[in-house]
C-alpha cells in the first residue's frame, strides 16, 4: 500500500491561492490514477479533482472547475492541487488518494475507488 503525505495547508483570505502537495512512497507511483477530496466539518467527504497515471487527463468537481487544477510530476513522486480564488465555502481538510486497482476516469470521483488515503491538510479560508 503506499504511503500519502500532504502538505501545503494554511490560513488564507478569501480569494487567495494555495498550492497543495501529495508525496507519495513507491517506485509504482506513475502507474495510477490520484484524486484529491476535501471534508467540512459535518458535512460528507467530496470529491474535488482527479488526474490519470500519465497526467494526460483530469476530472474536476463542477465547484472547482474554474478555480482548481490538479497536476502531477511522476519524477517526484508528487501530485499538486493548486487552488485560485479560494472561498470560505472551500474551508476542508484536503485528502489525496491513489487508485492503484485501475478506474475509469468518470469513477475517480468516488471515493471507494481509492486503495491509500493521506492524513490530510486543513485548508481555512477566511472570508
Known amino acids: 500500500q503506499v504511503q500519502l503525505v500532504e502538505s501545503g495547508g494554511g490560513l488564507v483570505q478569501a480569494g487567495a491561492s494555495l498550492r497543495l502537495s501529495c508525496a507519495a512512497s513507491?517506485?509504482?507511483?506513475?502507474?495510477?490514477?490520484m484524486g484529491w477530496f476535501r471534508q467540512a466539518p459535518g458535512k460528507e467527504r467530496e470529491f474535488v479533482a482527479a488526474?490519470?497515471?500519465?497526467?494526460?487527463?483530469?476530472y474536476y468537481a463542477d465547484s472547482v472547475k474554474d478555480r482548481f487544477s490538479i497536476s502531477r510530476d511522476n519524477a517526484k513522486n508528487t501530485v499538486y492541487l493548486h487552488m485560485n480564488s479560494l472561498k470560505p465555502e472551500d474551508t476542508a481538510v484536503y485528502y489525496c488518494?491513489?487508485?492503484?486497482?485501475?478506474?475509469?476516469?468518470?469513477?475517480?470521483?468516488?471515493?471507494?475507488?481509492?486503495?491509500?488515503w493521506g492524513q490530510g491538510t486543513q485548508v481555512t479560508v477566511s472570508s
Open positions: 488518494a491513489a487508485n492503484q486497482s485501475g478506474t475509469s476516469m468518470a469513477r475517480t470521483s468516488y471515493y471507494t475507488q481509492y486503495d491509500s
Open positions: 513507491g517506485r509504482t507511483f506513475s502507474s495510477y490514477a
Open positions: 488526474i490519470s497515471w500519465s497526467g494526460g487527463r483530469t
